[in-house]
Structure formats: C-alpha cells, structure tokens
C-alpha cells in the first residue's frame, strides 16, 4: 500500500479490505498476463528451459521428493515413479496441452462463426439445421460425446485434436450469426451490397472486423474450458497416450501415487487451475472493457 | 398449462433424443463392421452371422437404420461383450449409485449457491459480496478432478478422517458430492447474484418501498421469486454438467456409477454399454430440459402467456 492517497479523507475510511480490492483487478490482470506469459515462454522453449528431456529416465533416482523438501538439489519439484524429472514433464505438458487448446481454439472458432454466418445469410432451413445442430450440441455433455467417439474410433491425437476443436463451436455460431444478423439491418452493410459487391466480400472484409472483439471475448471464455476438456480427457487416460506428456495426463499418473509421492501429479493440476484461474478473470476484465453495460453483473 | 407449448418441448425434445441415435448410428458404421465391434473377436462365426442377420447389416443403410432405431426403442442396445448380458441391464444397475451421487451434489450447489448469490446481491460491494465472487472464479476454474484430489490428499491421505474411494457409507458419499457439487454451486451463485441485482433495480421494487413494505417481505415476496427464472436455466443447464463431471469425479473416487462403468467401458472398447450409457444420458438431459421448461410456465405465467400469443400470430 502507498501513502499517496491519506489526503483522500473518503477513500481512508473506507477499510483495508476494500481498497485492496478497489486496487485488485488491474494488480490481479497483471499477475494474470503475468503467468500466461510464463506458460507461453515454457510451451515455446520447452527443449531449452525444461533441466531434463521429458522421457528421461534415472531409475536410481526414482521417487524423490521435490529439491526444497529434502530431495536431491538437482530435481527442483522431485522425481516420478521411473527417475523422470517432475519439472521437465510438467513444462513439456505444457506445450502439449497449450498446442491442443490452441488448435482446438482455432477450429472452433473457425467452424462456429462461419456456420453462424452462413446460417445467417442464407436463413430459412439452413438456419433452422445449424440451429438445431448447435441445440443438440448444447443438449449433450461433450465429454460423454467425445468418450463415445473416442470409442468408436480408437484413440489417435488428430481425432483428439478435431473433437476438441469441435467442443465449444455453437457459442461462436451463435454470436455470429446474432451479430451478422443485426449488422445486415444496418446501413453501412446494405449499401456495400447495394454497390454490388459479393457478399463472401463484405462478410470478409466489413463485417467479420467488426466481430473480432466479441468473438476474442468468446474465446477467452471458451479456452479455459478447451484446457479442461483435454486435461479431462488426459486424466482418464483417453486424451494424449503415453509416451506423449499432458497435464492432465501427468495428473493421471500422479493419482497412484498420492499416498507416497504426491509431488508427481500435484504441480501439473495446479499449473491447469493457474491457467484456467488467470484465462477465466482476463477474460472476465476484457468483456467489461468491450462492454460497459455489462460491467458488475457477473453474468 | 398450455397444452401447445407442452407438445412444442416435446417434439424438440424428441428430435434431439432422435439426433443423438442418429449421430451414434453413423459412428458405429462409420467406425467399421458393428458385427465385430459389438461382438467380442472369440463370437462364433454362427453368432455374428445371427447378428447380421437381425441387426440387417446386408440390407441398405436406410433399412438398416430403421432396424436399429426399431432396437433401440424396444430397450435393445445389443450385449456386452464383458459379461454376455444386455448392455441396458449393466447400465441400469450403475444408476442408482449415480443418482445418490447426482442429487447429493445437486443439493449441496443449491444449498451452497442460491443462499450465497443471494447474500452477495443483498449485500453488494460489501465482504460477504467480494468473498462469494472470489470463491466463484475459484470454484470455476479448479478442474473438478484435481479438486478431488487435492481432497483425497488432505482429508484421506494426511488427517486420515474420510476413505478415499469406494461406497458404502456417507462417508464414502461426502468428498465426491462436495467436489461435484461445489463447482456447479459456483456457477449457481454467480447468476443467482447477478439475477437478484437484476430484478432490485426494477421499479416495481421502488414501489414496494413506496408503498411502505418491510424489507424481508420485499425481498422474500417480490425479489425472489421474480429472480428466480435465470436460476432454474442455469441449475438446469449445470445438471448437463454435474453428469459430465460425475464422469470424471467417479473415476477419481473409484465410485461404481454410470460414469465409470462408461470409463471403464470406453477404455475396453465394450461398445454396446458405450452407446447404451450415451443415450441414457441423451434422454435424461432431455428430460432435465424439458423439466425446465415446463417450470418457466410455472413460476412466470407471462412466459406461457407470450408463447400462447406467439403460437396464435
């Protein structure tokens, strides 16, 4: 706390609690990029900040407890049941699990705001099909979707990759097709096709800009939500196969070993609630800066 | 109540129920011969010709889907392969224990949920606010089985008061119930908090002040109930996600429900309880919509009201 602000006889009455939380959300924004930066840093350069390879194995050295508990110095957060290096996995994990966020992220958003477009511009049954397709969607719990795919076809990371892109897509349909729909009531988008000019063309160039915002607020909220499909999925041991490293896999393997080694899965779950946790309030933050009717109502 | 709205939740809903056969239609044939999938690879060759031949797999497509949904609405979902029984038999017997599991979560989201969102609207910008707010994006953001875990940890592991796994007792019941329940609760508060604040800015509540009403039968008549419609959507749209939690909740806490034997199932590739437990959960989220709904029509007449005018124009 500075002293700057003791001439401010409204503000110091207020008490401590409350102006740690009047200061709270630029500090918690902050500390939020803060962490999402670490994460992309570790995904980005895994092979150079990770001590160890992810699959490296010392078997003298297994089960060690994390280097500030006791255990050997040179394994800062301890070793797995096969002397791999806990530290090296969870950054590895990282990068497969951002990867797989990332490009199921870009597939969502793809597929969903160009259904909604389409839905949009050509209305009638169209619409009514990928409304209704977005319904059932909506209707179903995607993990049990996913399972059940996953069942059918065997496991293999590009399926993985596709169904998770999948999750998530009718959120982005919705919006767009809400917001192509009251841009074509608006001026500027009917006299671009009153020049005639084709309309892929004006959805392209005028009115998918026009989007971006509240589609990134979308994927803001959205992501978090990508990270714990997949993590579900690893932790089942359903998502990424083994040799591969997920977060939500390393948590998996770590849970058989909570009696004896809990360092195993523990820094991988709390590296998946970070993430989400700083996800989730920047996306909260951004939403209130594109959209200050919405400010205070959480909802 | 309004027969019409009534049928128009029906039809919706059953043509999702018919979507969802249809999706796992396709995928049993896209993903090779069902002959093979859904008998174990030790079936007599008699046996899997006796499958073809009552499932019509040399018939066309169209006739072959008449065929399964004509199964699947007589309650055949083919046998599992593990133990030779009907897959709805070895489903039906995990759903007890789920549901003993679903609604003691559901009971503690709303237990935990609506009492606190309300507390935050009332006492808005006030600790009781910023500490319910606070809870909620933790609550939102910690993945459900890590949760379970870190519970495992403390109370199993370390204080050694609650068994980690299994069933049988309430203490079996608590860690799993809690941790399914907290993070929907806090989803529950959240819009049960933005949904009071709502409706405590409307001007029918200045005129109750006006008219000189007690505060607590402001609140408990007026408020509310008219906040109470965004809460019944978002509890029913958490129950979709208290199921898909269980999933993975059930696993964590070995606890022997539809989630794991779904698990369990999907890791055997025993596909007839796959497609069974999948739409079992089909219908029951249906059902759960539709319940929905039909409370609407209940708790706000003017939602009926409008549906009826919609229906007539």
Known sequence: ?299 | MNPQFVITKLVRGTLTLLLTVTFVFIVLRASGDPAQIMLSDEASPAAVAAFRERWGLDRSYIEQYLAYLTAIIQGDFGTSFRDGRPALEVVMERVPVTLLLGFTALLITLALGIPSGIMAALFRGRWVDHATMSFTILGHSIPNFFLGIILILVFSMTLRWLPSSGTGSIWHLLMPAVTLGTAAAATVARFTRSSVLDVLHQPFMRTAKAKGIPYDRRILRHALPNAAIPVVTVVGMRIGGLIGGAVTIETVFAWPGVGMLLVNSVNQRDLAVVQAVVLLIALTMVLVNLIVDLTYGWLDPRIELHNRRAAKT
Do not use: C
Not at chain 1, 26 to 52: C, K, N, Q, R
Not at chain 1, 53 to 67: D, V
Not at chain 1, 94 to 122: E, N, P
Not at chain 1, 223 to 228: K, V, Y
């Open chain 1, 1 to 299: 706390m500075t002293t700057t602000d003791l001439s401010s006889a409204p503000l110091r009455r207020r008490g401590w609690l409350t102006r740690i939380w009047k200061s709270r959300p630029p500090l918690v924004i902050g500390l939020s990029l803060f962490w999402l930066a670490v994460v992309v840093l570790m995904a980005l350069f895994a092979e150079f900040l990770a001590p160890y390879g992810y699959a490296e194995q010392s078997l003298l050295k297994r089960l060690q407890p994390p280097g500030f508990l006791g255990g050997l110095p040179e394994y800062l957060l301890g070793t797995d049941n096969l002397g791999r290096d806990v530290l090296s996995r969870v950054i590895y994990a990282m990068r497969t699990s951002i990867l797989i966020a990332l490009m199921g992220t870009v597939i969502g958003a793809s597929v969903g705001t160009v259904l909604g477009i389409v839905a949009a511009h050509f209305r009638g049954w169209v619409d009514d099909v990928i409304m209704m397709l977005v319904d059932f969607q909506a209707a179903i719990p995607f993990l049990i979707v996913a399972l059940a795919v996953l069942a059918f076809f065997g496991n293999n990371f590009v399926l993985l990759v596709v169904l998770i892109g999948l999750f998530g897509w009718d959120g982005y349909a919705r919006i767009a097709r809400g917001l192509v729909l009251s841009t074509n009531g608006q001026g500027y988008a009917f006299a671009i096709r009153t020049l005639g000019v084709h309309p892929a063309k004006v959805y392209i160039r005028h009115v998918l800009p026009n989007m971006m915002g509240v589609i990134m607020v979308q994927i803001t909220l959205n992501f978090p939500e990508i990270i714990l499909l997949e993590t579900s999925l690893s932790f089942l041991g359903l998502g990424v196969q083994p040799p591969g490293t997920s977060l939500g896999l390393l948590l998996g393997e770590g849970r058989n070993y909570l009696a004896t080694a809990w360092w195993i899965g523990i820094p991988a779950g709390v590296v998946i609630f970070l993430t989400t946790l700083a996800i989730s309030l920047l996306g909260d933050w951004l939403r209130d800066m594109l959209d200050p009717n919405l400010k205070g109502k959480d909802a």
